[in-house]
Structures are given as C-alpha cells and as structure tokens.
Nanobody, 118 residues
Framework: QEQLAESGGGLVQPGGSLRLSCTASESLRNIYLMGWYRHTPGKLRELVATMTIGGSINYADSVKGRGTISRDNAKNTVYLQMNSLKPEDTAVYFC????????????WGQGIQVTVSS
C-alpha cells in the first residue's frame, strides 16, 4: 500500500516556480517529520527541506531563499514551493514521512521528476 502520494513535478523553465505536494496515508499517525529530498544521477540523495510537527524547519543551503516548506498536519500533507528554479535543481524529488519513535516507521515516496530546462 502506497503510504505517500507525491504530485506537482514536471518541466519548468529556468527562473520558474513549482509546488510539490505530498500527502501521507490517513493510517499514518503521529508523523514527526515530513519533507523532501532529491536525487541526481551520480550523486547521493540530499535533503532539500524538512519540517517537524513542531514547526522546526531545515533547508539545504542550495535552496535557502528560494524554497518554502509548509505542512498541513490535519491533511497529513507537506508542500514545497520552489521559486527561481535553476537547471541544477533538476532531480527526482522524494517525499519522506518519519515517526517520532526512532524505531517507528520511515516511509519514502516513489519520487517525482522535476526538470528545469529551457
């Protein structure tokens, strides 16, 4: 059963914007952390932005000032608004939902392609 459903990727021109959405299954309770990571071929998966249930936010240096993460806990949904997109933002973006218990669940989405190109 798919626990995380991602949407919002696609092809964007440099300088453009997009918003990624990720909704977790209603069966997931007490989601401590939700966020986005990305992977580019030849590189390790890297953090883009995460947000805890308490509102603590962490951004990668590469997206600070261009990305905004937000979360609707009632809907189990996390959003990532990305502006001023650059070709180097091209990657597969993955959503993550992790429980507060270190031994609890840690789910990843299937990934969604974002391509920044003219």
């Amino acid at each position: 059963q798919e626990q995380l459903a991602e949407s919002g990727g696609g092809l964007v021109q440099p300088g453009g914007s997009l918003r990624l959405s990720c909704t977790a299954s209603e069966s997931l309770r007490n989601i401590y952390l939700m966020g986005w990571y990305r992977h580019t071929p030849g590189k390790l998966r890297e953090l883009v932005a995460t947000m805890t249930i308490g509102g603590s936010i962490n951004y990668a240096d590469s997206v600070k000032g261009r990305g905004t993460i937000s979360r609707d806990n009632a809907k189990n949904t996390v959003y990532l608004q990305m502006n001023s997109l650059k070709p180097e933002d091209t990657a597969v973006y993955f959503c993550r939902a992790r429980a507060s218990d270190p031994n609890g669940y840690d789910y990843w989405g299937q990934g969604i392609q974002v391509t920044v190109s003219s």
